[in-house]
């Protein structure tokens, strides 16, 4: 059975705007999947009601978001890293462990590892101000897995660096999902990112916001 699901879902909001149109999708577990389409087709959108977020207008939306009981089943990772800015990297990246419940002593040896995933095992004391843009993503993806989530949904995370980076960046996730369970939904406008980075490609169009074509790239991981 898929993790997350939409069947012929709308979204309406309060202004009147149709953003979604009968959208089906499904996701399975440890799938990348991305969503690719022009500004305001809707990706955000779908991903807000996969994130538990928002609500459907029609239809069905089913993800662990919704389930009551797996509440840090679900990650999220936006284009603006959203680390506090008064906390060490090490905070920014307990904080979901620290909402569960576990003490920084608790949390510090699940903290450790995934700083060392993600390469900012020499920056935990170190504060957001003093990391380049890479490395705050980098801290960002690192609280996202720090409560080992079913899925991570990503809405353009690497739009903002420069391409090198970014290239770095999307070669390091495809070798963190590929060692993981992570069912991935990545929103991108990026064809090449999409193509590169994902198993399968929802490809959407605008006006109302519907997936208008699926594409399943036929060269898996790992391409290293
Ligand atoms: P994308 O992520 O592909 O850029 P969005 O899901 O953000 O698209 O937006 C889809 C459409 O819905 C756009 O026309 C956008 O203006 C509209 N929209 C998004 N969020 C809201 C909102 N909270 N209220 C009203 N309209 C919205
Ligand atoms: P990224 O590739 O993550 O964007 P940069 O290209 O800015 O990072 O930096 C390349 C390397 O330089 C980083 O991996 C890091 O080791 C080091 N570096 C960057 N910023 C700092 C900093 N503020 N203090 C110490 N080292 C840094």
């Keep these: 059975p898929p993790l997350l699901s939409l069947d012929h879902v709308d979204k309406r909001y309060a202004n009147g705007v149709l953003a979604l149109h009968d959208v089906s999708l499904a996701v399975g577990p440890h799938e990348f999947v991305s969503l690719l389409g022009p500004s305001g087709c809707g990706k955000s959108s779908v991903l807000r009601l996969v994130a538990g977020l928002d609500g459907a207008t029609r239809g069905n939306v089913s993800a662990p978001a919704l389930e009551r009981r797996a509440p840090a089943d679900t990650a999220c990772v936006f284009q603006d890293a959203t680390l506090m800015p008064w906390a060490s990297v090490f905070d920014n990246v307990w904080l979901p462990l620290r909402i569960a419940g576990q003490s920084r002593a608790q949390a510090a040896e699940r ?18 101000a003093e990391l380049s843009g890479g ?75 519907r997936v208008v074509d699926e594409v399943v790239v036929d060269e898996p991981y790992p391409r290293r």
Excluded: C
């Design 135 to 209: 490395m705050k993503m980098r801290a960002s993806i690192a609280r996202a897995l720090v409560a080992q989530p079913r899925v991570l949904l990503m809405d353009e995370p690497f739009a903002a660096l420069d391409e090198f980076t970014r290239q770095k960046l999307n070669d390091d996730l495809l070798h963190w999902w590929q060692a993981s369970t992570l069912a991935v939904l990545f929103v991108t406008h990026s064809i090449y990112e999409a193509v590169y980075l994902s198993q399968r490609v929802l490809v959407m169009g605008a006006r109302p916001g």
């Design 111 to 128: 903290v450790d590892a995934v700083l060392r995933l993600v390469g900012l095992a020499d920056f935990a004391q170190a504060h957001p």
